[in-house]
Structure formats: C-alpha cells, structure tokens
C-alpha cells in the first residue's frame, strides 16, 4: 500500500522517464547493433569486439536490450539484444582470459534471453559462464577469486556480490545445490570480510590462499585504504539484496539494509548525487552516476522486501537518488548514444564519462518503478 501510493505520487515522472529511454534507445539500438559499447567518443559509442571482447562490462549492452523488451516488447531491442550475444560468444574461445565478472558478462544478457523468450543456447551460454565462474573457487581459502594475474591469487573483489546471482541460478536450473553452496561461501565471506560495521565497504580484500585470512585490504577504486568507493558500496547493496531474493537468509537482508543506511545519508549531503567516493577529500569534487543507478535498483528491491512500515524509507531514497540524477546528468538527446553522464571508472581515472552500465541501471530501475517484476539476476 505504502510503496503503490509512493510510486502513483510519481507515477508521471517515472511514465515520462521511460518514454524517453524508449524514445532514445530505440533509436540508439539500430544505430549502435554490431557494436558493444563502453563509452562515447564524441557522442558515438565505441565497441569492444575484437581485443577487448572479454572485458568485464560486454554484457551491459544486450542486458540494457533485454530490459528495454521486458517494458515495451519491441523487436527493435529483441534483435540488438541477440546480436549483441552472438558477439560475445568471441570471448569463449579463450577461457583463460576469463575472470569473475561472467555474471555481468553472460547472467545479464544471455540469462535475460533465456528468461523473456526461453532460448535454449542463451540457457547454456549462461550455465557455461557460471561453471566458469564457480571454477574459481579456492578451496582452502574458501573464496572465489576476482582477477587473473600473478600477484593477486588471494585477491576478493566486493563486485563479486553482483556475480554470485548466477550460481544461485545454476543452482535452480541443474537441480543441484552445489553451486548455490559456493555462491553463500561467498557472500558470508564478504558480509564477513569487505563489509564494515557502519555499513562502508572495503573494494579489495587479499586474503592468505591457504587459510582465508584476511592480509590486507585495499582502497582499489576508491580514494584510499579505509575510505569508501561509492560503486563498491553500491554493488554490496544490490548485491546483498539480492543473496536475500534468491535465499530468504534474513542476515543478507540486514546487511543490504544497512549498508543502504550508509548509502543515503551521504547522499543527503550532496543533494543525492553520489561522489565517486564517500570518503573522498572536499575538492575536487568528484561524482559517480553509476553508483546511484545500481544502488537505486538495490534500495527498490529492499522496498520491495521489508515489512510495509519500512519500505518509505528504501522507495522515497531511490526515486529523489534517480530523479536528481535525471534533473543533472541525463542527456535525451537522440544524435548522442549515451544517456546518463558523469560515470567515474575510479577516483584516479576516468572521471565523468558515460559508461554502459550506468545507463543499464538506470534503466532497469525504472523498469521496476514502472511495475515490472523482470529481476535480470
Ligand atoms: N567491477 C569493476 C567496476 O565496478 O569498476
């Protein structure tokens, strides 16, 4: 009751939002179909076929595809959306190059295909990428590792949180629980190891390969050790939510929430634009949309999940984080590839760009603000 009435005191701006990403992206899709986009140059995308096919981010592209189908059920996404996959399929032809991002890379968008449409060789790229990524699992350290490289082996990224939905998900479709097992390792480790008591997050954790224990941690993509990367931040909200949509275990649920605690209110000191890092020094300022996209999905789902006296809270955070953002950083023109702006990679590069996953978000937020109960992951 109380999140239908939030979402009907909003009901024109949200209608009015996806009109525009329908607008937009209907054009863009025809316009950008053999690429996969990362960025612009100049207000055109660029592609990352060819060398870069195994980069982390090439299945935003199709998944943003997906979600604009789930809404509209126009052709024009469902055919971007399966050429986009067919591109991909490049990047299984080394699996060494592989890395623990094949949730964004393959649960998102072939994942998202076999959902709305029931292809059987979209299912199996998606089973294929979660094998891979459950083959990343160190037993005697009982983590899954990040990335590849010699220095890193003991390496836990708080990223990972958005990739585990795939295990859940194998889980599911094999009728075999030992995916899932790996995937609540996991995320009992991060909840252990990479969340803070006030709700912050550590990015990168190196953990000893044997025992697990914790070495060090670092600032990765934030400002520094013991600071707070809004994105990492957002991906452990989401994520957290999300272990709890799949698993019902109560604690993953406390812990979305509070780190969604820690979330909103540094936003309420930036007029709910996030920086790029909570912890960051006053100048420069420095802003990450992306961030805000992915912890307006989370802050929804925790509406969606908490009892009728709590949802005000997450629902009322979500829609002032979205609409802030679209008032200053989203472009609609439709000669220009990209929607939302001001996408940081980290504090120390690539600063206020659009990236393709800020637009993913985005639109997968109001996706859900409209009614949809389409969950990609
Ligand atoms: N997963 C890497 C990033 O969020 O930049």
Redo the contacts with the bound molecule.
Sequence with gaps: MIYDNIINENRQWIDEVWEKLDKKLSVTAVRSRDKIPYTTKNGVHDSKTGNDITW?TNGFWGALMWVMYAGTKKDVYKETADNAEKLLDAAFEDVTKLHH?VG?MWHISSGASYKLTGNMASRNRDLLAAMTLMSRYNVSGDYIRSWNGGNNAGWT?I?CMMNIPQLYWASEQIGDDRFKKIALHYADMAMRDHVRPDGSVNHIVSHDVETGEVIETFGG?GYEVGSCWS??DA?ALYGFILSYIHTKEEKYLDTAKKIAHYFISNLVATDWLPLVDFRQPEEPVLYDS?AGAIAACGLIEIAKNVPEFEKKIYITAAIKLLKAMEKAWCNWEENEDSILQMGT??YKHGIHMPIIYGDYFFAEAILKLKGSDFLPW
Excluded: L, S, V, Y
């Design positions: 982390w991002d964004f990224i990223d993509q994105r990492g991906w992306t990679e980290a």
